[in-house]
């Protein structure tokens, strides 16, 4: 600790008391106009983000390195961080700096490769996937949130082998595991070093099946299709409860769960996935070019693009399913002015479900509630121009809406 005289400062007692609460992140100790990073924090600050150590007691037998930012620097040095597989715990004053008493700090939340597309709408096309993974007499059940989206999904696999087959069609940014299988070094060497994934260990303190049904405000979990599934509940719950000990909110915009059933596509091993480039070419190491999904994406909002890249990866194979799909895209290939129009429309629209998470955490900027206005006009002109068109699929769409 920072003196070997046992000489520390309030500033320091707190920083040191919210330290031990986050000891698996980096510490941004907000002292007036600057983050501050103390110890190991600040040799890491100094790797990464290449600037000084200094140290806060140069006369003490052993000095505390010290390493700062400011405070509107924030959104240069966090990303960097955050890439370097760091999390990092950003502690705010949340009382009058003028009172004469120490000004108090608290923790507002923790920022991980999952979540710092909430910090500034210039993430906005930030990979969002965050998962958890549990296991009960060798059966895995994995819980994939996509925040972004608000898709909230559970499945289970007989082995690791058959979960780690899902891994690349997930893609996700975030692992949270509990700890017996963090301990397990087949299963991280595999999430680390093969899929290159940020993971983090996470004991859940809460009741899992009431944790569910308190955030959902259910009596049960049936008409979620998952009331049966204890590993189910037990994943999704701890994947819930990381990211509102994390964040510090309650995430009450996540209304739905469902189960995943993969019998419903089509079955790509990982050799398949990579020896065809859908989503990652080998050769180019780009998980753009010359891929499939880069030949075939035309979209014109990130939604679209995401359905589509997971589509690539879960093909349907339900012939009515198809069907459908293709009758849908049919009815635009038929009319080419609707299509045009409507593509001009979307040019205009923004993640409605990403600014809509942000206004509920309280993070909303003003550009963000300019993208909402502009998104929901063009929104309603897209359903003004189906409804005047003579295209009777795309009609009755719009009547289910």
């Known amino acids: 600790m920072e003196s070997e005289n046992n000489q520390l400062t309030p500033a320091m007692i707190q920083y040191y008391e919210l330290k031990e609460q986050n000891r698996d992140a980096i510490l941004f100790f907000r002292m007036w106009d600057f983050y501050e990073m103390f110890d190991d924090d600040a040799i890491i600050a100094n790797k990464i983000l290449g ?8 006369n003490a037998i052993k000095p505390t390195p010290l390493a700062w930012i400011p405070f509107h620097a924030k959104e240069k040095y966090l990303p960097m961080l955050i890439e370097a597989w760091y999390k990092v715990a950003i502690a705010e004053q949340v009382s009058d700096p003028n009172l004469k008493w120490i000004v108090k700090r608290e923790i507002i939340r923790v920022v991980t490769p999952a979540t710092i597309w909430l910090e500034w709408e210039s993430y906005e096309n930030a990979n969002s996937n965050i998962i ?5 007499n060798n059966i895995y059940w994995l819980s994939i949130l996509n925040i972004w989206e608000n898709k909230w999904k559970t499945c289970e696999f007989k082995d690791f082998e058959s979960l780690e087959n899902e891994l690349i069609k997930v893609w996700p940014k975030e692992v949270v595991i509990e700890k017996k299988l963090f301990w397990n070094e087949k299963i991280k060497q595999t999430l680390e070093r093969k899929y290159m994934l940020n993971i983090y260990f996470f004991e859940a303190k809460k009741d899992a099946y009431k944790h569910l049904i308190n955030h959902f405000q259910t009596t049960n979990l049936i008409w979620f299709w998952i009331e049966n599934y204890s590993e189910a509940i037990r994943s ?8 509102t000990t994390n964040q510090k909110a309650d995430f ?3 209304r739905s769960i469902s189960y995943l059933d993969l019998n419903n596509f089509l079955s790509l091993d990982d050799s398949t996935i990579k020896s065809l480039d859908l989503v990652y070419n080998i050769a180019t190491k780009s998980s753009k070019e010359g891929t499939l999904f880069w030949i075939l994406n035309k979209t014109k909002t990130i939604s679209w693009s995401n359905l589509m890249f997971e589509s690539i990866l879960k093909p349907l194979n339900n012939k009515d399913n198809i069907e459908k799909r293709q009758e849908f895209i049919q009815a635009f290939l038929d009319d080419k002015i609707l299509l045009d129009k409507i593509r001009d429309k979307l040019q205009s629209v923004s993640n409605i479900n990403w600014i809509l998470n942000r ?3 309280n993070r909303t900027t003003p550009r963000d509630l300019i993208n909402l206005k502009n998104s929901l006009k063009s929104l309603l002109e897209i359903i003004e121009i ?8 795309l009609s009755d769409l719009i009547k289910e809406l």
């Open 51 to 58: 600037i000084a150590v200094t140290s806060r007691n140069k």
């Open 252 to 254: 009450d915009f996540l």
């Open 236 to 243: 999704s719950s701890m994947l819930l409860e990381y990211l």
């Open 132 to 136: 958890s993974i549990t296991n009960t």
């Open 386 to 393: 189906i409804k005047k068109s003579n295209n009777k699929n």
């Open 359 to 361: 206004i509920a955490l």
